[in-house]
């Protein structure tokens, strides 16, 4: 039987002799009423001062005396273990109660839905093709847009000063509304249209109130191109992809200031249905940029 060092006796309220009480060690064949469950032991300790008086009461019992130490020694057995018992319940309960719970994971939105987050902002509104009127930009920039025609809708961006194409920002199949995003240095820009059908372009760059900025975990759900922020990524995390679209999946993370037109990470460059996880190594305050034909799924950790 397991047993373990005897510790010292006591006296009840009514001088009685209390017998000491012991905690799990090694194996041995000492009395059974010494005998304590051996998960049981520091649960042991911290009811000692109850055990004693739990003892003391015990042995005041009809039966119960010196003469008779075979009842006597199984019943104080039997009151060690069922306080050993419900200690481990009690310590096991506030220990559950004290780990922590897990945090619920928050959605990103999107900021063709948020436009009044937008800042330095500038609305165009047209038919066919045309070139924009100008607009200042400084940093990572959101085109929310909306178009109507049968075909395709093209919107590429211009130096207004050199009147020369900087970069594509959009290039789709209408009709069709969604967002894109990139970063732009300190400059004035203006946006050169193709279409055949009428459309409408907000460019500003997103800045989310306090509601609007989330730490992960977070989770992104959409079905086609779009923006969604902010996530403020502190450490390194996982972030896990899934897509359900037949053409390009294609999802960056653009920090707010970024101003190269180019993203600080890729996280997925993928064509058709997907299902797979990379690394974002970088802290920073991110907008994620999703260019996808169909519904898809992403997961911050």
Not at 122 to 139: K, P
Not at 207 to 232: W, Y
Request: proline letters at 5%.
């Amino acid at each position: 039987m397991y047993h373990g060092s005897t510790v010292r006796s006591e006296r009840d309220d009514g001088g009685n002799q209390c017998e000491p009480f012991a905690f799990c060690g090694s194996f041995t064949s000492r009395p059974m009423h010494e005998i304590v469950h051996p998960k049981t032991e520091a649960r042991c300790i911290l009811l000692g001062t109850g055990q004693v008086v739990c003892m003391g009461y015990l042995e005041r019992l009809p039966g119960v005396d010196d003469g008779n130490t075979t009842r006597r020694n199984a019943t104080v057995s039997a009151a060690y273990i069922l306080a050993g018992l419900a200690a481990v319940d009690v310590v096991t309960d506030d220990t559950e109660s004290d780990a922590p719970e897990p945090q619920e994971s928050a959605e990103l939105q999107t900021i063709s839905r948020h436009t009044k987050w937008l800042q330095n902002s500038a609305s165009f509104d047209g038919s066919g093709q045309t070139v924009t009127d100008t607009f200042d930009a400084v940093r990572f920039t959101t085109f929310v847009y909306e178009y109507d025609g049968p075909s395709g809708f093209q919107i590429e961006l211009v130096d207004a000063e050199t009147e020369e194409t900087e970069t594509g920002v959009l290039e789709e199949d209408g009709p069709v509304s969604g967002a894109v995003g990139i970063g732009l240095p300190n400059g004035r820009y203006a946006l050169d249209i193709d279409a055949d059908g009428d459309w409408q372009i907000e460019a500003g760059e997103p800045a989310a109130p306090e509601d609007g900025r989330n730490r992960p975990p977070a989770t992104i759900e959409g079905d086609g191109s779009n923006v969604f922020g902010k996530v403020i990524v502190s450490d390194a995390v996982t972030v896990r992809g899934q897509h359900t679209g037949e053409s390009d999946f294609v999802v960056n993370a653009w920090d707010e200031a970024n101003t190269e037109g180019t993203p600080n990470e890729r996280l997925f460059a993928e064509v058709g249905e997907f299902e797979g996880e990379t690394t974002l190594d970088s802290s920073g305050l991110y907008y994620i940029t999703v260019e996808a034909d169909g519904a898809y799924q992403i997961e911050i950790e």
